[in-house]
């Protein structure tokens, strides 16, 4: 489906859904004082890197106009297992409460939030196990089980290098990913914001222009998470129907009176 309206309309929301430089240089200033910080406060506690990933990381983080609660993850890198996964969380909430007395830090599974300005950081502790043939065997991060915290194997860097790999196309993905993320934010968060990243990434197709691959995605929905059928429904109804109304020339207004029943206006 090619049509200039579509395309003007999915460009300029999300250029609106991404964070605007001032926001992320905001961003980037406080997580330098925090890793700062950190280093200096876990120097002796083989500390080896603090660093960012995630959402903001990879460039596909919803402005917070958007989305007030969007948060900034810090992976906080250890050589050695030197105490269990609760104690590391213990020593980040201690870490919190003494350097940032004022905001309101709290441990959310498995993380410990620091919020500073109304910016949301969470701190995982991880644990680094050194070069292996296996790039899930490098890193381990808490994952509550039951009552208990244990170390599971990750790979933090998962989505962030797919990304990397469309060279040419980099920018029309994140905008995709961007207009999902905010399709499933108006719908009551019903995916995981990793799945839906995850899901774009997989079906994106780096020839063609950013409407096609939104109304592809569209088309993809119906074999994704059965427990969403009616929503997914719904978006993929509104989709046909601005097909017909392009096919029979029906004019801007009609395109976007239904573009706007997937992706509304930011108010």
């Not at 500073?116 to 808490?142: D, H, M, Q, R, W």
């Not at 089980?145 to 993905?173: G, M, R, Y």
């Amino acid at each position: 489906m090619n049509d200039s309206t579509t395309l003007t309309y999915l460009q300029a929301l999300s250029t609106q859904l991404r964070m605007p430089a001032t926001e992320q240089q905001k961003i980037e200033n406080s997580f330098k004082l925090i890793k700062e910080k950190l280093v200096s406060s876990f120097f002796d506690d083989g500390l080896r890197e603090v660093k960012l990933f995630g959402s903001f990381d990879r460039g596909t983080l919803l402005s917070r106009k958007v989305y007030s609660e969007s948060d900034v993850d810090l992976l906080i890198v250890f050589d050695e297992k030197k105490w269990e996964a609760q104690t590391y969380l213990n020593k980040l909430k201690q870490f919190a409460d003494q350097n940032y007395p004022r905001s309101d830090n709290y441990q959310d599974h498995p993380t410990i939030v620091l919020e500073l300005s109304n910016i949301k950081f969470e701190l995982t502790p991880c644990i680094y196990k050194g070069e292996t043939a296996f790039v899930y065997e490098k890193y381990l991060v808490p994952i509550k089980e039951s009552a208990t915290l244990q170390w599971q194997k990750t790979e933090p860097n998962l989505l962030k290098n797919k990304i990397s790999k469309f060279v040419n196309t980099k920018d029309t993905l994140i905008q995709l990913i961007l207009l999902f993320k905010y399709w499933n934010l108006k719908n009551q968060s019903l995916y995981k914001t990793f799945e839906v990243e995850q899901f774009i990434i997989d079906h994106f197709d780096y020839e063609e222009a950013l409407d096609y691959n939104f109304f592809k995605i569209i088309d993809k929905l119906r074999y994704a998470n059965n427990e969403q059928k009616d929503l997914n429904r719904s978006t993929q109804k509104h989709k046909k129907n601005i097909e017909v109304i392009i096919y029979n020339e029906m004019g801007e207004d009609h395109i976007l009176l239904e573009l706007k029943k997937i992706l509304p206006d930011i108010l």
